[in-house]
């Protein structure tokens, strides 16, 4: 069975890694108040924590990411090189996408654990339509299992947050 995907949207600040933090009990991944997100991160559930690199593959219908590069385990050295990626990677940075293996600690439902990956995307409104689209060429609707928006309200009207609500 391949995976679907939950993608955590939304504006840059609007708490999609403090969401995510919360469903993982763990602080590892970086937030703050402006960007800190500069990479995709799929979170699938695991008994072990780890950290790595992977490539987006289309095999007939299904959305596949193949692991590329040594992984990472330990939450300190982990925790290090999500602050050197958030640090050094642009918007020309095709190979974006990176898996967090972890224990999801506060999802109760197994199948929805078993069933799908987590995404955490960057604030949308932080690299325009070039990275919106980037990330959403490779998703169908057939990948999605439902995502999760959120939006800060106080920027709703600026950043040309209503194209992306179009586009998404």
Known sequence: MEKK????????????????????G????????STTTKFVCLIKNSEETKFYHV??????????FIKDGIEIQGE???K???EELNEKITTKDKDIFYMLEIPIKNIE?????E???FMDIPGLNEYGS???DLIFSLLTLDDIKFEIIFFDSTNIDSDNIYDIIKKL
Do not use: D, H, M
Not at 13 to 20: L, N, R, V
Not at 57 to 63: I, T
Not at 109 to 113: C, D, G, P
């Open 76 to 78: 300190k050295n982990i």
């Open 130 to 132: 070039f990275y919106i």
């Open 26 to 33: 763990t602080s590892l991944l970086e937030r703050g108040l």
């Open 55 to 64: 490539l987006p593959k289309r095999e007939q219908k299904n959305l596949i």
């Open 109 to 113: 439902n197994v199948q929805l654990l």
């Open 80 to 82: 290090e090189k999500i």
């Open 115 to 117: 069933e799908c990956y």
């Open 5 to 24: 995907f939950i993608p955590i949207i939304g504006t840059i600040s609007a708490g999609k890694t403090t969401f995510i933090q919360g469903l993982l």
